[in-house]
C-alpha cells in the first residue's frame, strides 16, 4: 500500500511539474517569433506569396503574438498560439478622395456587398460558413473560394467586383 501511495505522489509531482514548464516552453516559443517567420507563416496560411504579406503591427505576449498583416488591399488581424496562426480579415479603410473636383461630378462608390451579406448569400447557395459576423475568416475565404470555382470565377478568396455578380 505505502509502495502504491509513493507511485501514485510521484506521477502527480511529476504531472504538476511538466504542466508548469507549459506556459514556460510556450514563452520561450514565442519570444522566438520574428516578422519574417511571421510572414512566411501567415502567406502559408493565406495561399500567397509571402514577399506579398506586410507585417504592420506585432504584440508578443506571454503565450501568444497577435499582429495585423496586410496583402494587396486585404487587411487581417492574426493570433499565433503554441505555433497555430488564425487570421480575419478585416474590413477595408476607405480612403478619402482628395480631388474635390472629381467628386462633385462622380458619386462615391460604395462598397457592392458587405462581408456580412456575402456570408449570408454563402449560405444560402449552400456554402456553409456559420453566423455571418461580418469578418472574413478561415472558414468564409474556404468556402468563398470553393463558390468561386463553382461558378467558373478567379480562386481569389476575395469579394472582388465578378463575385459579388454571382452572389446576388
Not at 57 to 67: I, P, Q, R, W
Not at 99 to 125: H, I
Amino acid at each position: 500500500m505505502i509502495k502504491f501511495l509513493a507511485k501514485s505522489v510521484l506521477l502527480v509531482v511529476a504531472a504538476s511539474t511538466m504542466s508548469a514548464c507549459a506556459p514556460m516552453i510556450s514563452g520561450a516559443m514565442n519570444a522566438s517569433v520574428s516578422e519574417d517567420s511571421l510572414k512566411t507563416k501567415t502567406a502559408d496560411y493565406l495561399g500567397v506569396p509571402a514577399e506579398g504579406v506586410t507585417i504592420t503591427s506585432m504584440d508578443k505576449g506571454a503565450l501568444s503574438t497577435t499582429y495585423k498583416a496586410q496583402y494587396g488591399d486585404n487587411r487581417y488581424g492574426c493570433s499565433i498560439y503554441y505555433g497555430q496562426i488564425d487570421c480575419k480579415q478585416l474590413p477595408s479603410i476607405a480612403t478619402p478622395n482628395r480631388n474635390s473636383s472629381t467628386t462633385a461630378q462622380q458619386p462615391v462608390q460604395m462598397p457592392g456587398m458587405s462581408y456580412a451579406q456575402a456570408q449570408t448569400r454563402l449560405n444560402e447557395l449552400g456554402f456553409t460558413v456559420g453566423t455571418p459576423d461580418g469578418v472574413l475568416g478561415k472558414k468564409s475565404v474556404q468556402q468563398l473560394k470553393l463558390f468561386q470555382k463553382s461558378r467558373g470565377l478567379q480562386e481569389t478568396g476575395r469579394l472582388d467586383t465578378s463575385t459579388i455578380e454571382a452572389l446576388r
